[in-house]
């Protein structure tokens, strides 16, 4: 019963290329040091591209201090629920030039992709949603009350992500949110994203003496702050490689698994490293917590001369279990790298650094938005969809539901296992664009529980 869907978005697609490669040639990047010109480029042609697909509205949310959001809202029947659609408009910088094969703002259309940076991440979230939208209002109303929040600063920072969601609250207050900012396992292969890992990052400086001494005169009796911190690290994980933290939730994955196979080509990891830790991939990945160590502050090679250390630190970085409490978790890692120190060194936890703590989610895929949104997925893509989850973060998640009890959260998206999201030669692939925006347009018309559905 969804061909009429299916058909018009076919017959959709050349604009809805069109309307990508336009997003995709303004560089968005919302970092210090790029042109904030250029993100506020972004935010109105993707208000122009909500336009014209008839959200009549949509306009720009202004940041104090940030990069502009876009918003717009068209009314569906009294009784309908109202339905969030994210994306967002802002891109990672593009890396390296010369390791892209074509220009990264120039976008290129090649078997079936549309190369660029942010063609895929979250660009085509954008287009996702408008293409749904036009198709929806082919028919007249809308089926539910249809709100759009395109962020423009999701890829550089949090900072203004309450001011963002909280301070635009009455704005924002949806039923159901549809995160279009994930994607399937495979191309092809609908796939609900069921959970995101929560995160929190510190830094643990470790200090031996006020200030280097001989390491002829001295070494031997006193221990060197580098080797230290070292063994405080090294306990973080057991033996097998499973963290080691006491206190972390951890459990079995529900959802579809991960062959060990895939999962070690598609990380690139060396042949004879072995894969750390117990449990399934999607265990490990999903449901269990993973700390590592991201930098660290101890002399450089370069002008190291026979001192003994006295002071190194290292950033600590700790996902959680979806369904963990980061800042119980921050406290349990606080305890255990003090509890881990050798030698009575003095350890001392960085709170400044200013990384706070991330929530994780997990989507209750048992209730009937969620089963309409896996029947919708599955009709798109005329195959069963599966649940999948990411061992990312999404901030915006967590503020959504602490922010609208209650609120339903459904991500997903046109990303695919060759996207390279956030690396050079990123793309998306159009038959994903096309499937994702069909299945959007089947949810939204069910929810709605229209008979057509
Ligand atoms: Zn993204």
Redesign the pocket.
Known sequence: MSDDLRERIAADMPRVIEELERLVRIPSMGYPGYDPAIVRESAEATRDVLREAGVGDARLLELDGGHPAVFGELPGPQEAPTVLLYA?HDVQPEGPLDQWDTAPFEPVRKDGRLYGRGAA??KSGIVEHAAAIRTLLADGDLPVTVKVLVEGE??CTTEHLPQLVEGNADLLRADVAVIA?GGNYRTGVPTLNTSIRGVTDLVVQVRVLPRAQHSGSYGGPVPDAITALARIIASLHDDEGNVAIEGLKRSEWQGAHIPEDEFREESGLLDQVELIGSGTIADRVFAGPAVAVLGVDAPAIAGSSNQIVPVARARVSLRVAPDDDPRVARQALIGHLRGHAPWGVEVSIDESAGFEAGHGHLVDTDTPTSRTALAALSEAYGRDAIELGSGGSIPLVPMLTRTFPGIEVLIWGAMDERSL?HSVNESVDLGEVERIALAEALFLRRLGGSPQA
């Open positions: 967002h991440d979250d999701e890829e900012d999201i």
